[in-house]
């Protein structure tokens, strides 16, 4: 029974982190936390040792002419700060290595955010990324060293008080007046910090795309229009910065003066005091010393409030966008798919946009509507239509890549939420209409990465997509790296490549998008080969394409008029079929009218 408890607790703080893997990761560092809450209640403590120092000095040293006591009060002194600095070197230690942690904690949550369906993440997740390493910046930086001694202020003033009531009060009118600026600072620029930090990640998403783009940006001569794009959306957003640091900086500049000048007129009132034989002359360079020490916490946040303001908006942004994380769902490992699909009633809504103004899932564009359709292992489809007839889009629900807003797939009879993702994705091969390699070698790429790699498993799919004598003449073979800035392959070498990460462990279901969209007439019969022998594997291809080749290697065409089914059945069906309109003259598909084209000529 201890056993069973114990492991019913596993699963439930199991699935409590999936829930909420954020929470959990901050729950995680409450012990760092309140490790350096108390090296910060040493390191305050210690803070009290000057202004005693001075007292004993001024009071005691000075009246005596003692050097012994002298020598003895500052071989206690220069043990005290020796441990002062080791308190501060623990706290700055603790805290460096918690954000080094919730990074690791919550890194890889963040990362596999980005590569879910932009559609289905909340309008900020795509920086959650750069939330994450303003959280951890934070976490190593000086401002929350002063969050840390804010709750020791009291110690100070208390310390005041006990010397005079009248400069305990002093202090705390001065105080309440740092304070006051303290709240004025955050009230001022939380706004001009949001919608700075917006701009931010609006400059890094267009810098990205212009980088990606940049042969296209300097063929087409668009390099003076985008620089200047880009230059307005950067003064736009240093603008917006500036405005904040500027007041930030403003109220700093103030709250500094005021606490020099709250040191002055302490020093003053307590020779006042003094003169009056109601402290003594210690007293007056002790309470100076507490006063500084006491306003120094928010003297440190308010100059580092944009760091605070910053980390304060990450925080935010990023526990909302990891709180759309969907809890894992209990899964078993399936066997492994024959490559039985089924589709049905699919129907794929425009992500985030709405016709009427509105965000309801009812008066969104419609991408595909009721699309079903059964294919048996082995079988393949050539998936046919004008452009945006929505080709791709099933394409990408094929895959995974969307997921349907309402209908259902299902594979060998079990839908893809039943399988683990990665699990399900080495049984699916996909050549999306823009292929891009990752930065690596040809093999990684071919292989997916796999740092288990089967070369034999590597070596078939490169002959199988054509691609192996390519790839050997290269000066490095399969070491040669790609993905990066310096691509070294065209177009259609990038595409074959493509292919043979799809086709690496001859997955069970194959979709091609366009895959002869760059392919000269060699690249086309090698793919048409490859088609071929993934269909006598027992592999279920779908094939995105207009050229009719392609089309000719199909056990079943679907045409696809938008984004709904216009016709579906076997090709000899429906090649014999296409001199009726589907559903006008005008868009009959090319690959269906040039058969009977030739026909009608070898008539």
């Known amino acids: 029974?201890?056993?069973?408890?114990?492991?019913?607790?596993?699963?439930?703080?199991?699935?409590?982190?999936?829930?909420?893997?954020?929470?959990?990761?901050?729950?995680?560092?409450?012990?760092?936390?309140?490790?350096?809450?108390?090296?910060?209640?040493?390191?305050?403590?210690?803070?009290?040792?000057?202004?005693?120092?001075?007292?004993?000095?001024?009071?005691?040293?000075?009246?005596?002419?003692?050097?012994?006591?002298?020598?003895?009060?500052?071989?206690?002194?220069?043990?005290?700060?020796?441990?002062?600095?080791?308190?501060?070197?623990?706290?700055?230690?603790?805290?460096?290595?918690?954000?080094?942690?919730?990074?690791?904690?919550?890194?890889?949550?963040?990362?596999?955010?980005?590569?879910?369906?932009?559609?289905?993440?909340?309008?900020?997740?795509?920086?959650?990324?750069?939330?994450?390493?303003?959280?951890?910046?934070?976490?190593?930086?000086?401002?929350?060293?002063?969050?840390?001694?804010?709750?020791?202020?009291?110690?100070?003033?208390?310390?005041?008080?006990?010397?005079?009531?009248?400069?305990?009060?002093?202090?705390?009118?001065?105080?309440?007046?740092?304070?006051?600026?303290?709240?004025?600072?955050?009230?001022?620029?939380?706004?001009?910090?949001?919608?700075?930090?917006?701009?931010?990640?609006?400059?890094?998403?267009?810098?990205?795309?212009?980088?990606?783009?940049?042969?296209?940006?300097?063929?087409?001569?668009?390099?003076?229009?985008?620089?200047?794009?880009?230059?307005?959306?950067?003064?736009?957003?240093?603008?917006?910065?500036?405005k904040g640091g500027d007041r930030s900086d403003g109220f700093s500049a103030f709250s500094r003066a005021f606490r020099l000048l709250l040191q002055s007129m302490l020093l003053t009132a307590g020779a006042y005091l003094a003169l009056n034989q109601q402290i003594s002359a210690g007293m007056i360079v002790g309470v100076s010393i507490l006063a500084g020490r006491a306003l120094a916490p928010v003297d440190q946040v308010i100059g580092q409030w944009r760091s605070v303001g910053r980390a304060a908006e990450a925080h935010k942004h990023l526990k909302a966008a990891l709180d759309q994380i969907p809890p894992e769902k209990p899964r078993i490992s399936l066997p492994v798919p024959t490559g039985a699909l089924s589709l049905h009633n699919v129907t794929k809504l425009m992500p985030g946009v709405a016709t009427a103004g509105t965000a309801e899932k009812s008066d969104r564009t419609r991408i595909l509507t009721?699309?079903?359709?059964?294919?048996?292992?082995?079988?393949?489809?050539?998936?046919?239509?004008?452009?945006?007839?929505?080709?791709?889009?099933?394409?990408?629900?094929?895959?995974?890549?969307?997921?349907?807003?309402?209908?259902?797939?299902?594979?060998?009879?079990?839908?893809?939420?039943?399988?683990?993702?990665?699990?399900?994705?080495?049984?699916?091969?996909?050549?999306?209409?823009?292929?891009?390699?990752?930065?690596?070698?040809?093999?990684?790429?071919?292989?997916?990465?796999?740092?288990?790699?089967?070369?034999?498993?590597?070596?078939?799919?490169?002959?199988?997509a054509g691609v192996h004598e390519l790839i050997l003449a290269l000066p490095d073979g399969y070491a040669t790296r790609i993905g990066g800035a310096d691509q070294p392959l065209s177009g259609g070498q990038v595409q074959r490549i493509g292919l043979a990460r799809a086709v690496y462990r001859l997955p069970s279901v194959v979709v091609l998008d366009e895959p002869n969209a760059h392919l000269d007439t060699e690249g086309d019969e090698t793919l048409t080969k490859t088609i071929r022998l993934l269909r006598e594997m027992g592999s279920t291809v779908i094939v995105m394409a207009h050229r009719p080749s392609v089309i000719a290697e199909a056990d079943k065409v679907l045409i696809l008029h938008q984004g709904m089914v216009a016709r579906f059945g076997d090709r000899e069906d429906i090649i014999q079929n296409s001199v009726q309109p589907v559903p006008s003259k005008s868009e009959t598909p090319a690959a269906l009218t040039a058969p009977r084209k030739r026909a009608r000529k070898a008539k």
Not at 112 to 136: F, H, M, T, V, W
Not at 205 to 227: C, D, K
Not at 377 to 406: C, F, H, M, T, Y
């Open 1 to 242: 029974m201890a056993r069973s408890g114990g492991s019913a607790r596993v699963a439930t703080t199991q699935m409590k982190q999936a829930q909420d893997p954020y929470k959990t990761a901050l729950e995680k560092l409450r012990r760092s936390f309140v490790q350096a809450g108390l090296f910060s209640a040493g390191i305050n403590l210690l803070m009290l040792a000057g202004p005693l120092y001075m007292l004993q000095i001024y009071d005691r040293v000075l009246s005596s002419g003692s050097v012994p006591t002298l020598l003895g009060l500052f071989a206690i002194i220069v043990v005290m700060y020796a441990f002062l600095g080791l308190y501060e070197f623990m706290r700055s230690r603790i805290l460096s290595r918690a954000a080094y942690r919730i990074d690791q904690l919550i890194g890889d949550i963040t990362f596999r955010q980005q590569l879910q369906d932009p559609g289905s993440l909340p309008p900020d997740a795509g920086n959650s990324l750069r939330n994450l390493e303003i959280i951890r910046g934070f976490l190593s930086g000086p401002a929350i060293r002063g969050l840390f001694d804010f709750p020791w202020i009291p110690i100070f003033l208390i310390a005041v008080f006990l010397i005079h009531p009248a400069l305990g009060v002093l202090t705390l009118a001065g105080a309440g007046v740092v304070a006051g600026v303290a709240w004025l600072n955050q009230w001022a620029t939380s706004h001009t910090i949001s919608i700075g930090s917006r701009l931010d990640a609006q400059e890094r998403n267009f810098v990205e795309l212009s980088r990606r783009s940049a042969e296209m940006v300097r063929a087409l001569g668009m390099q003076s229009v985008i620089t200047q794009r880009w230059r307005d959306m950067h003064t736009g957003s240093l603008a917006q910065n500036q």
């Open 370 to 464: 009721q699309i079903s359709f059964d294919l048996k292992p082995g079988e393949v489809l050539g998936v046919i239509g004008n452009s945006a007839a929505g080709k791709s889009s099933l394409a990408r629900i094929l895959v995974g890549v969307w997921q349907p807003d309402a209908g259902e797939i299902r594979l060998d009879g079990a839908t893809p939420d039943q399988w683990d993702p990665d699990e399900l994705g080495r049984y699916i091969g996909y050549l999306p209409q823009h292929v891009e390699m990752l930065p690596g070698t040809i093999a990684e790429n071919i292989a997916r990465f796999d740092p288990d790699a089967d070369e034999k498993q590597l070596f078939l799919a490169a002959r199988s």
